[in-house]
């Protein structure tokens, strides 16, 4: 049975565990870097991208997680997650961390401010039926590389902002799936996990 830390610095790590161990998966909640040596996946959760690259440098966790991914630890980052996992990041603070994980540009904050969350219905490449998306405060991708595999974009037409992506063991979604009881987003990613 594999089992998946979630970066417990700032976010929803309690829903995030609850959904992956609906999955069947044994979970950690990861505050040292020691951890990071007990999980076979990591799920880098929403929160606030500036708060969590400044708490990842003074809890020592930015250098050995960067090194983990690098070496292919499945990795996914939902919400302020996705801005972690990103190469270019628009809007960002100068000196604000990212992991460039995918090769994605990211708008933080793309979808407005808090009062302008929202859900709707996703078509996201892997599932069979729509999944409802949340999205708070979200981000989205501007662009990708070409070894990105886009599995998602928001708005009723197929030329939308695109908000999940996939590239080798990292897999990212500016909205929230951990919200809710459909858990086949956290299902997706543990089979990327079982299969890494």
């Not at 302020?80 to 708008?107: E, N």
């Not at 979808?111 to 039926?129: A, K, M, P, T």
């Not at 979604?173 to 543990?190: C, Q, Y």
Request: contains cysteine; proline residues 4%; aromatic residues 6%.
């Amino acid at each position: 049975m594999v089992k998946i830390g979630v970066l417990a610095l700032q976010g929803d790590v309690g829903e995030h565990v609850r959904a992956l161990e609906k999955t069947g998966a044994r979970t950690l909640a990861v505050r040292r870097a020691e951890e990071l040596h007990a999980v076979d996946g990591l799920v880098i959760p929403g929160g606030e991208s500036t708060t969590i690259s400044k708490l990842l440098v003074v809890f020592d966790l930015y250098t050995p997680l960067k090194s983990r991914i690098e070496q292919g630890m499945p990795v996914w980052g939902t919400c302020a997650g996705m801005i972690m996992l990103a190469t270019s990041i628009l809007d960002g603070r100068p000196d604000q961390k990212s992991f460039a994980a995918i090769d994605m540009v990211v708008r933080r904050n793309a979808f407005g401010r808090q009062i302008d969350s929202y859900e709707e219905n996703l078509h996201v490449e892997g599932l069979d039926d729509p999944f409802r998306a949340v999205f708070i405060r979200a981000p989205w991708v501007e662009s990708v590389g070409k070894n990105v595999e886009v599995l998602a974009r928001a708005g009723d037409d197929h030329d939308g902002p695109i908000v999940a992506v996939r590239s080798g063991m990292a897999l990212a979604t500016s909205f929230h799936p951990e919200i809710g009881t459909d858990h086949r987003m956290h299902e997706l990613f543990v089979s990327l996990v079982r299969r890494s």
